[in-house]
């Protein structure tokens, strides 16, 4: 049995209720002519009401829309850096080797404009992102994102993450970094070549985490400048950055 949608079954009833008014006004009426010139003139502007309704104001609405999604998602985004990315992003830049070659490009200020962003960005890309596995701590960061595997998963099944791919990207690395770590219950023990194996997934969240938080950075500076002033002053690369305001 063929299902009629709604939209059909309502369009169907608006059609017999016009038909209904039409001949209920020459039922009072007797007037073609009125009807005939009152139809053509109502037709005439239909193409009007269309551009009207359908192109500015629904253009209007879905913009505001997107800015309210927008606006949601980047409270995840800080969320996530408050929780978590911040903490992994300051713990692979103190176990990266050439930290310093890309330090300068990272210690964002007030004074920054749409620019400097690009151009720092541009720089970022040159980073090679590869930390010293020698110095870094499995066993310390198994723990740590075990403890945050939770969170990651909610923050994974919030559907607003569809309209940034990029922050998507960040979540499934980090959250595949801890896929792996979790799944070598003796982590001491690993090989040399799967030790290998944990660098490169870091790697990828590593450089992935350096260049969301790059983004978000630039969106706090334009919307929320008192969210900007905490992110600078906790800012991971910056040595001497410190949550106190000292001048």
């Known amino acids: 049995m063929i299902k009629i949608s709604w939209t059909i079954k309502f369009g169907f009833f608006l059609v017999v209720l016009s038909l209904t008014l039409y001949i209920t006004h020459y039922l009072i009426f007797r007037n073609l002519d009125h009807i005939f010139l009152w139809s053509m003139t109502s037709l005439s502007f239909l193409p009007l009401s269309i551009l009207f309704v359908t192109l500015i104001v629904n253009g209007l609405l879905i913009r505001r829309q997107k800015q309210l999604v927008l606006s949601k998602l980047n409270m995840l985004i800080g969320t996530f850096f408050s929780e978590v990315g911040t903490n992994l992003l300051e713990y692979f830049s103190d176990?990266?080797?050439?930290?310093?070659?890309?330090?300068?490009?990272?210690?964002?200020?007030?004074?920054?404009?749409?620019?400097?962003?690009?151009?720092?960005?541009?720089?970022?890309?040159?980073h090679d992102?590869?930390?010293?596995?020698?110095?870094?701590?499995?066993?310390?960061?198994?723990?740590?994102l075990i403890e945050k595997r939770d969170f990651l998963v909610r923050l994974m099944e919030n559907p607003n993450l569809l309209e940034r791919e990029s922050f998507t990207d960040v979540l499934l690395a980090?959250?595949?970094?801890?896929?792996?770590?979790?799944?070598?219950?003796k982590i001491k023990e690993i090989t040399e070549v799967d030790n290998k194996h944990i660098m490169g997934d870091i790697k990828r969240a590593y450089s992935l985490l350096v260049f969301e938080w790059l983004t978000y950075m630039k969106y706090q500076k334009e919307h929320y400048p008192y969210m900007f002033s905490h992110a600078m002053r906790t800012n991971p690369f910056d040595t001497n950055a410190t949550i106190e305001i000292k001048e």
């Open 95 to 126: 176990n990266d080797p050439d930290i310093d070659k890309i330090r300068g490009n990272l210690k964002i200020t007030g004074n920054w404009d749409d620019t400097k962003f690009r151009e720092a960005s541009d720089k970022l890309k040159k």
């Open 129 to 144: 992102y590869s930390v010293e596995f020698k110095k870094v701590n499995l066993v310390f960061l198994r723990k740590y």
């Open 174 to 185: 980090v959250f595949h970094l801890t896929e792996e770590l979790e799944g070598r219950k």
